[in-house]
Antibody, heavy 117, light 111 residues
Framework: EVQLVESGGGLVQPGGSLRLSCAAS????????MNWVRQAPGKGLEWVAN????????YYVDSVKGRFTISRDNAKNSLYLQMNSLRAEETAVYYC??????????WGQGTMVTVSS | QSALTQPASVSGSPGQSITISCTGT?????????VSWYQQHPGKAPKLMIY???NRPSGVSNRFSGSKSGNTASLTISGLQAEDEADYYC???????????FGTGTKVTVL
């Protein structure tokens, strides 16, 4: 079964840091672009970042550039998102998602990140 | 990068057809055949319903269809069923500084 499982969410103070992880299974992880997408409570989807199969190319939404870092470990079938200098408005469910054929075709169940004092 | 524009809500009766629009620019929807559509039920992760404008992934009902004209893409749900009640989002590549953008989302209500 193709599956993505996120972990690492939780409560963090404004200005703090958090590292999200995503464990992939059921497919050849190293063959796909991977994405992070977030959704604030009651709001729409926002694409956050993606990374090429070999990690050589990475892209970010403007609002997180310089603060968030996406990375992957193909040997461990894992995707990561290091989030620094977090802001209250970044409280959201963060989804790990696979990219394929110009779309995001497989989604994890999400991990909640709450930025609050 | 601004989100693609969708109507906030669309409704229809069981058995009817509805269409959701997704309006962008020549830098995103109009410039690529990578428009996709996602269904999201409350408290659940999104599910891919359409990719590359009009293709359905395996397992998605043929009641869902997609199209594009110029800078506007559309998702049509025919034979509307109660289980179709959900939020729907479009998505597209863009040539802007952020390479991917989602739509604002549409809540579909089955009357």
């Amino acid at each position: 079964e193709v599956q993505l499982v996120e972990s690492g969410g939780g409560l963090v103070q404004p200005g703090g840091s958090l590292r999200l992880s995503c464990a992939a299974s059921g497919f050849t992880f190293s063959s796909y672009w991977m994405n992070w997408v977030r959704q604030a409570p009651g709001k729409g989807l926002e694409w956050v970042a993606n990374i090429k199969q070999d990690g050589s190319d990475k892209y970010y939404v403007d609002s997180v550039k310089g603060r968030f870092t996406i990375s992957r470990d193909n040997a461990k079938n894992s995707l990561y998102l290091q989030m620094n200098s977090l802001r209250a408005e970044e409280t959201a469910v963060y989804y790990c998602a696979r990219g394929s054929q110009g779309a995001v075709d497989i989604w994890g169940q999400g991990t909640m990140v709450t930025v609050s004092s | 990068q601004s989100a693609l524009t969708q109507p906030a809500s669309v409704s229809g009766s069981p058995g009817q057809s509805i269409t959701i629009s997704c309006t962008g620019t020549s830098s995103d929807v109009g410039g690529y055949n990578s428009v996709s559509w996602y269904q999201q039920h409350p408290g659940k992760a999104p599910k891919l319903m359409i990719y590359e404008v009009s293709n359905r992934p395996s397992g998605v009902s043929n009641r869902f269809s997609g199209s594009k004209s110029g800078n506007t893409a559309s998702l049509t749900i025919s034979g509307l069923q109660a289980e179709d009640e959900a939020d729907y989002y479009c998505g597209s590549y863009t040539s802007n500084s952020t390479p991917w953008v989602f739509g604002t989302g549409t809540k579909v209500t089955v009357l």
